[in-house]
């Protein structure tokens, strides 16, 4: 039985998705096990991450568990508390979903985030696999809505460049992860083949959907409006800031070759995610896709 939390997430979907594909015993957590849209044959259990219990119970007779928590300075022990409830349940193998840059000063105080799960992951006596997976190819549905309505798309990073990595790879990597002690004690810093800026990405959108699309910088304070009119902490809006900054300076122009070591085949191209997606950016969202997150 392997255990996946964030189960309605962009990772964890997949995940679900990779595994049952496989014919693998799937138990899926989400807080709202009725509204969970799944695949036939998973099993799918409450769990709430500040209700260790709920988690404990989910992990009985746990073989291996694909951990991501919640994202922000306020939540930085929830990784620690799912890694420790999963391990004392008799969890022997862990897959614990981390970003790209964690534990490096630059970053700023984002780079912090993911320490505590990441420590707690080493330090669990299992089998453990860390996954630092650069930007998000399906961070881009952001700017769905501008595209739709014939807006400028926004960016906050400015001409700094990202190894942008498909999602559907980093889940491959974690399916593996989870399935064979081959990738234990490995942490994987996961990128596509190139370096894109935010212009390369909607210049690639463009030519898939057969329409031009425009770039508008924004400032800082401009963001930092919007995320606190969306409820964001200024602990969150300061980190995430702090962050963008660090791929604007030109931090993040990173590119490995860890996910080629990990599955011994090329990543996506966000070329080949776009056109894959491309319904996404012309349509509306159901309300089956509204919501879904571009972190778990």
């Known amino acids: 039985m392997i255990l996946i939390t964030g189960a309605t997430g962009t990772i964890g979907s997949e995940i679900v998705r990779q595994l049952v594909a496989r014919g693998e015993q799937v138990r899926a957590v989400t807080r709202d096990p009725a509204q969970a849209q799944l695949p036939a044959g998973v099993e799918v259990v409450r769990g709430d991450y500040h209700d260790p219990a709920s988690i404990a119970a989910a992990a009985k007779g746990v073989d291996a568990a694909f951990i991501v928590g919640i994202l922000g300075p306020e939540y930085v022990d929830v990784d620690h508390t799912l890694i420790t409830t999963a391990r004392d349940a008799g969890v022997r193998r862990i897959v614990k979903l981390s970003a790209i840059g964690t534990g490096e000063e630059q970053v700023g105080r984002i780079g912090a985030w993911h320490l505590p799960g990441e420590q707690a992951a080493r330090e669990s006596g299992v089998d453990w696999t860390i996954l630092r997976p650069s930007s998000f190819a399906s961070n881009t549905l952001s700017w769905a809505d501008a595209i739709r309505n014939g807006q400028p798309v926004p960016s906050m990073t400015g001409s700094g460049q990202q190894g942008v990595v498909d999602p559907r790879d980093v889940s491959a990597v974690a ?103 491309a319904a996404l950016f012309r349509e509306a969202p159901t309300s089956a896709s509204r919501g879904r997150g571009t972190i778990a």
């Open 175 to 277: 399916t593996a992860a989870l399935l064979s002690s081959d990738h234990a004690g490995q942490i994987y810093t996961l990128t596509g083949p190139d370096l894109l800026t935010s212009a390369d990405q909607v210049a690639v959108l463009a030519e898939v959907l057969g329409q031009p699309l425009e770039v508008v910088d924004v400032p800082n304070e401009a963001a930092r409006e919007h995320m606190r009119a969306a409820g964001m902490s200024e602990a969150f809006i300061d980190g995430a800031l702090a962050g963008q900054e660090y791929v604007r300076t030109g931090g993040n122009a990173i590119v490995t070759d860890d996910l080629r070591r990990a599955l011994g085949r090329a990543p996506r191209t966000y070329t080949e995610w776009a056109a894959d997606h």
